[in-house]
């Protein structure tokens, strides 16, 4: 899908094509899925624990189940006698009016006594009701993902389904194209149901957005966007219209990897990423970039733990392989020095297949 030549004069800054794409967006419907359904789809609303965990006082050791005010100054020397003798086992709930474990070691059930050697504090030896999860805790927040950690959480705390947000694109395409098979890939597993048509066929022509990959290109009339100022991007074209809008790619791989990492994914799914505990490391060499463009560019990790760029612009498969981060450089950006401390994160798009640990 090339550039026509009557639009070819002015690229589209990628942040105004954001905009523009993410105003003509139907916001997307909801509807509620299994929890184990849910993993990376979209939160319509809060996830929220709806009650508290654990949900009584719970003993973290085997022992006796007290109340604390009835060891108070109790020692070897001067062991307080208790007239209830309540046997606990960790992780059992304690009974009513104990606020407290003695463990084993601290005493004895002796002439139907408990013979208490130990002072005790309340919640001493307890796990206190709602400390690991107090009821209205946000578990995942409206418009984050649901991701499989908080789903476990979610789950241990009883929560059975959650509200996602549904979203249908509607992908043209060879069937046989790789690039279309990783769009879709990507899609679905950014919880988008994909309509997935053939070249000849025609769109929806209702709130559905679509992307098509290679072959016809939309109708000049509705072409707004032609071309964005992202290098590998200068080709991609936006057709808004009246209707949903149609994003039209070439059928390369790392065009389409491209669109997903600056263009498409940040509108379907707009949520910030998340910090990475690694992902702030200095540059093991210069990075060069284009003024006035838009740049990725793709990130290994040396042995001395620093980043070592790729490529940046021009991204060939190989570059995408080996890659174990990014970077997206703003248009006013003219490069980065060696020792440059830079943020990067993990791609949309994760081509990599060595799992091994970054130093």
Same mark, same amino acid.
């Given at each position: 899908?090339?550039?026509?030549?009557?639009?070819?004069?002015?690229?589209?800054?990628?942040?105004?094509?954001?905009?523009?794409?993410?105003?003509?967006?139907?916001?997307?419907?909801?509807?509620?899925?299994?929890?184990?359904?849910?993993?990376?789809?979209?939160?319509? !609303?809060? &996830?929220? @624990?709806?009650?508290?965990? *654990?949900? #009584? %006082? $719970?003993?973290?050791?085997?022992?006796? +189940?007290?109340?604390?005010?009835?060891?108070?100054?109790?020692?070897?020397?001067?062991?307080?006698?208790?007239?209830?003798?309540?046997?606990?086992?960790?992780?059992?709930?304690?009974?009513?009016?104990?606020?407290?474990?003695?463990?084993?070691?601290?005493?004895?059930?002796?002439?139907?006594?408990?013979?208490?050697?130990?002072?005790?504090?309340?919640?001493?030896?307890?796990?206190?009701?709602?400390?690991?999860?107090?009821?209205?805790?946000?578990?995942?927040?409206?418009?984050?993902?649901?991701?499989?950690?908080?789903?476990?959480?979610?789950?241990?705390?009883?929560?059975?389904?959650?509200?996602?947000?549904?979203?249908? !694109?509607? &992908?043209? @395409?060879?069937?046989?194209? *790789?690039? #279309? %098979? $990783?769009?879709?890939?990507?899609?679905? +597993?950014?919880?988008?149901?994909?309509?997935?048509?053939?070249?000849?066929?025609?769109?929806?022509?209702?709130?559905?957005?679509?992307?098509?990959?290679?072959?016809?290109?939309?109708?000049?009339?509705?072409?707004?966007?032609?071309?964005?100022?992202?290098?590998?991007?200068?080709?991609?074209?936006?057709?808004?219209?009246?209707?949903?809008?149609?994003?039209?790619?070439?059928?390369?791989?790392?065009?389409?990897?491209?669109?997903?990492?600056?263009?498409?994914?940040?509108?379907?799914?707009?949520?910030?990423?998340?910090?990475?505990?690694?992902?702030?490391?200095?540059l093991a060499r210069k990075l060069a970039s284009r003024v006035g463009f838009t740049e990725v560019a793709?990130?290994?990790?040396?042995?001395?733990?620093?980043?070592?760029?790729?490529?940046?612009?021009?991204?060939?498969?190989?570059?995408?392989?080996?890659?174990?981060?990014?970077?997206?450089?703003?248009?006013?950006?003219?490069?980065?020095?060696?020792?440059?401390?830079?943020?990067?994160?993990?791609?949309?798009?994760?081509?990599?297949?060595?799992?091994?640990?970054?130093?």
């Open positions: 899908m090339g550039a026509s030549p009557r639009h070819a004069g002015r690229l589209t800054p990628l942040s105004e094509a954001r905009d523009r794409l993410a105003a003509r967006l139907h916001p997307g419907g909801v509807e509620t899925v299994p929890l184990a359904e849910s993993l990376g789809r979209i939160a319509a !609303v809060d &996830l929220v @624990a709806v009650a508290d965990r *654990p949900a #009584a %006082d $719970l003993a973290l050791d085997d022992g006796w +189940a007290v109340a604390a005010a009835d060891t108070v100054g109790a020692s070897p020397y001067a062991p307080a006698f208790l007239a209830e003798v309540r046997p606990v086992a960790h992780g059992a709930a304690l009974p009513a009016g104990a606020d407290a474990v003695l463990p084993s070691v601290g005493g004895r059930a002796e002439g139907g006594f408990l013979v208490v050697e130990t002072a005790l504090a309340p919640g001493e030896n307890t796990r206190r009701r709602g400390a690991d999860l107090p009821a209205g805790t946000v578990l995942v927040a409206a418009g984050r993902s649901i991701d499989p950690f908080a789903a476990a959480t979610a789950a241990l705390a009883g929560i059975e389904t959650a509200a996602v947000v549904t979203r249908t !694109v509607a &992908l043209r @395409a060879d069937p046989t194209s *790789p690039s #279309a %098979d $990783l769009l879709a890939a990507v899609l679905l +597993a950014s919880g988008c149901r994909v309509d997935r048509r053939p070249l000849d066929a025609a769109l929806p022509g209702d709130a559905t957005p679509a992307i098509i990959v290679g072959g016809a290109r939309p109708d000049d009339g509705d072409v707004e966007i032609a071309g964005l100022a992202v290098t590998g991007l200068e080709r991609l074209e936006i057709a808004l219209g009246d209707g949903a809008p149609v994003i039209g790619l070439s059928d390369r791989l790392e065009t389409v990897a491209l669109a997903l990492e600056t263009l498409i994914g940040p509108v379907l799914r707009p949520e910030p990423p998340l910090p990475d505990d690694d992902a702030t490391r200095p793709l990130l290994d990790v040396d042995p001395q733990g620093r980043w070592v760029p790729l490529a940046v612009g021009d991204l060939p498969w190989a570059a995408w392989i080996r890659a174990r981060a990014l970077v997206v450089l703003p248009p006013e950006s003219e490069g980065l020095p060696e020792g440059t401390l830079l943020a990067a994160r993990h791609p949309v798009v994760r081509i990599r297949s060595d799992r091994r640990d970054r130093p």
